[in-house]
């Protein structure tokens, strides 16, 4: 029973989630996607924890909380693929087009400016970024950010490309 009590955490993850988004987005809270999916998790979590305590006499807190990891990193997972893909984001300009095609040019020169526009401002936003004149420019908190993502990619076996390259 207590792989059910995390399969309903999980559930209730799942539905907790995309509604604190939307009212993140409503509300203009300042609070990153992943803080919002990070909250729901903790929010999940605890509901599930309680509900098995409550409900169940023998209540296994490891086995309801593998169940309901592998949910939420299920969803994480999936969230992450599609959150601000600049592919998909192509994908989805071209699907939308009547012909659904559409000269790289017109891609190259039309949509992928305003994407990464888009990406520069989280990042200026974030303050990780400043723009100096015409140019951009890494702020002290960038600079560290940037020291700890490289750290990560070098854990991961993640290329300089953002592929995997093991060359190195």
Do not use: C, N
């Not at 305003?114 to 990406?119: Q, T």
């Not at 420019?137 to 991961?156: E, S, V």
Request: glycine content about 10%.
């Amino acid at each position: 029973m207590s792989f059910a009590v995390g399969l309903i955490a999980a559930v209730a993850f799942a539905v907790l989630a995309p509604v604190l988004q939307f009212v993140a987005r409503a509300r203009g809270w300042s609070l990153a996607p992943v803080i919002v999916l990070a909250i729901a998790a903790v929010v999940a979590h605890l509901l599930g924890v309680l509900l098995g305590v409550l409900i169940l006499p023998q209540f296994r807190y490891w086995d309801a909380a593998s169940i309901f990891g592998f949910g939420v990193m299920g969803y994480v997972f999936a969230f992450g693929a599609v959150y601000k893909s600049v592919s998909l984001d192509i994908l989805l300009g071209l699907a939308e087009r009547p012909d659904r095609t559409a000269p790289l040019s017109d891609v190259v020169e039309g949509q992928v400016p305003a994407l990464f526009r888009g990406r520069a401002k989280i990042l200026i936003d974030g303050g990780l970024v400043e723009q100096v004149d015409p140019r951009f420019a890494a702020t002290a908190a960038g600079q560290i950010m940037a020291k700890r993502i490289a750290r990560l990619r070098r854990a991961f076996g993640i290329g300089d490309t953002g592929l995997y390259d093991f060359a190195d």
